[in-house]
Structure formats: structure tokens, C-alpha cells
């Protein structure tokens, strides 16, 4: 389910998320979303504050530029808030041939609640993920992703994404200030 009251946002999804392969399993694609597509050109900014997100295991909500946000095609870039560790993490498909997140780097510190999130396209392949505690910064950057040319159309879909770790539970992640340039 999906709603939106003004600037505010919710997500309540099932889904295992946009995971690495990993000794728990392989990768997995199952989220929910909202997102304009064809947003996110190769200068393209996507700013949001994530403002609950369940502290549970398996928990994701954040930013997605991806090919196509509706889960067609090869995966591309996810910035979120990590429900169980409340860490940020960058993830991406970085390996050829994959339809998978194959990389991810994370932040070394929970931001805690009211979290924002930054995720920055530069140039056809290059992302860069950052969080702050206001929608003016200063920024934290969690990583800069390089993702495979077949994850990197020229013109993307962008928007928010939440899974609950679970493909038949669904938690809720509210959002506010979505801001999409580029």
C-alpha cells in the first residue's frame, strides 16, 4: 500500500529487499516503490528523509535509480536506512552480466531517526550516496558505486523503496521532502 498526505509519504511492503548474495541465501529484488519515471538523467540528485523505518531484521527503505523501478532489467543504485543496524547503505549492480546488486558499501555509524538521504548520478555510471541530519547537509558520504553499462540507461526511474525483510509480512517506512533533479 502507498500513500501520500502533502510532502509525507508511506510504504507498507513485503519483500525481501535488494540484498547481495549472501550465506543466507541469494540475492533477492522484492520491494515496494514510488517513483517518476524517467526522473533521473546523468546529472541527477534524489533527496529524501526517511522518517521511520521499522528496527526489525531485513528492513530497507531509501532512495532507487534503477532502469526500471518496477523490478524489469538488470538492478542499479539503492541508498537506505538499514532497519536493524540503522546504518546507511550504498548498493549496486556492479558486475556484468549480473541482474543483481553485486556491490554495497555501508556507513560506519548509525544516523538514527529523521535520517536524509542523498543519492547523486554523475556522468552515465557514476553514483555517489551520502546522509546528513537536515535536508542542507553537511553530508556523510557512505560511497561512490560505478555500476555495469547495462544497469546504466541514460535516463532512469527514481524515487523511494521499502521492503520488510519478508516476502509475505509488510512493515510500513514513512518519508518526507522527496526532491528529485535532473
Same mark, same amino acid.
Given at each position: 500500500m502507498f500513500g501520500q498526505l502533502g510532502n509525507a509519504f508511506a510504504i507498507d511492503a513485503a519483500g525481501t529487499g535488494v540484498n547481495l548474495a549472501s550465506r543466507r541465501g541469494a540475492a533477492t529484488d522484492q520491494y515496494g516503490t514510488i517513483y517518476a519515471p524517467a526522473a533521473a538523467d546523468t546529472?541527477?540528485?534524489a533527496v529524501v528523509q526517511v522518517t521511520?523505518?521499522?528496527?526489525?531484521?531485513?528492513v530497507e527503505a531509501g532512495l532507487i535509480m534503477r532502469n526500471a523501478a518496477t523490478g524489469t532489467g538488470p538492478e542499479?543504485? !539503492?541508498?537506505?536506512?538499514?532497519?536493524?543496524?540503522?546504518? !546507511?547503505?550504498?548498493?549496486?549492480?556492479?558486475?556484468?552480466?549480473?541482474?543483481v546488486v553485486t556491490s554495497s558499501a555501508t556507513s560506519s555509524a548509525d544516523p538514527g531517526a529523521g535520517t536524509w538521504l542523498q543519492l547523486v548520478r554523475t556522468g552515465t555510471d557514476t553514483y555517489t550516496g551520502s546522509y546528513a541530519s537536515s535536508p542542507n547537509g553537511p553530508w556523510t558520504? !557512505?560511497?561512490?558505486?560505478?555500476v555495469t553499462p547495462a544497469a546504466a540507461s541514460a535516463i532512469q526511474d527514481a524515487g523511494m523503496f521499502a521492503s520488510s525483510g519478508s516476502a509475505r509480512i509488510a512493515d510500513e517506512a514513512d518519508f518526507n521532502g522527496f526532491e528529485m533533479t535532473g
Open positions: 546529472a541527477a540528485s521511520h523505518a521499522a528496527a526489525t531484521r531485513g542499479g543504485v !539503492v541508498l537506505y536506512l538499514n532497519g536493524q543496524s540503522g546504518a !546507511v547503505v550504498l548498493a549496486w549492480n556492479g558486475t556484468a552480466g549480473s541482474s558520504t !557512505v560511497g561512490s558505486a560505478t
